[in-house]
């Protein structure tokens, strides 16, 4: 699954000629010095099969049927499934995408004060979207091709979220008002996206 936290690279190696070690020393010095260096994240490096037949693919599913925090999930059952596999003699490379700590900004809009300054909540909600993230208008065809229109702000302008301070939304009286009189901020960790299988939460 993409997330934000996710990456993954292709590295190509020198000539044959030109190497002093070969791929399994290469691939323990490098994942070695991930686990060194990189301690908070979940980095490893891996050689492609040279026979595409000689690997296979399973996706584990685990559904969350307790009225448990979600966010406590990954940590238990989905730990000790990862764990049992990775310890079968013909499995490797057992894992799980899913985290439940990504860091995250929340919002929390005061809605009195939104319709104390004559603000339509549709329309605030709107406002703080395309401000924040991205909003879609809508789409037209040229070039034989059909684009999508989003409006948002400068990448440069919501990179922290103190760059709410330099928002503003037009009331209906057509007075400019200040978003952080409106929202307050703070930081917390939780899961950047969930999975439902069979109508539980799963994550994969």
Do not use: H
């Amino acid at each position: 699954m993409s997330a934000s936290y996710n990456g993954f690279f292709f590295v190509a190696l020198k000539p044959w000629g030109e190497r002093k070690l070969d791929a399994k020393e290469i691939l323990a010095k490098i994942n070695g010095a991930l686990v060194a260096d990189v301690p908070e994240a979940m980095a490893f490096a891996s050689c492609r099969p040279l026979f595409p037949v000689s690997q296979f693919r399973w996706i584990l599913i685990l559904d969350s049927r307790s009225q448990r925090r979600f966010s406590r999930l990954p940590r238990s059952e989905s730990a000790e499934v990862s764990r049992s596999s990775s310890q079968a003699t013909r499995t490797c490379s057992v894992g799980s995408q899913f985290s439940a700590a990504a860091p995250q900004i929340y919002a929390d809009v005061d809605r009195d004060k939104v319709m104390k300054q004559g603000l339509l909540w549709p329309m605030f909600i709107r406002r703080l979207q395309a401000y924040l993230g991205g909003l879609f208008l809508n789409q037209f065809n040229r070039f034989g091709r059909q684009w999508r229109v989003f409006l948002q702000a400068e990448g440069d302008e919501r990179l922290s979220d103190r760059d709410i301070e330099q928002y503003y939304v037009r009331n209906n009286d057509g007075n400019m008002v200040p978003l952080s009189a409106l929202v307050t901020t703070r930081k917390i960790s939780g899961p950047e996206y969930t999975n439902r299988f069979n109508v539980y939460r799963a994550p994969k």
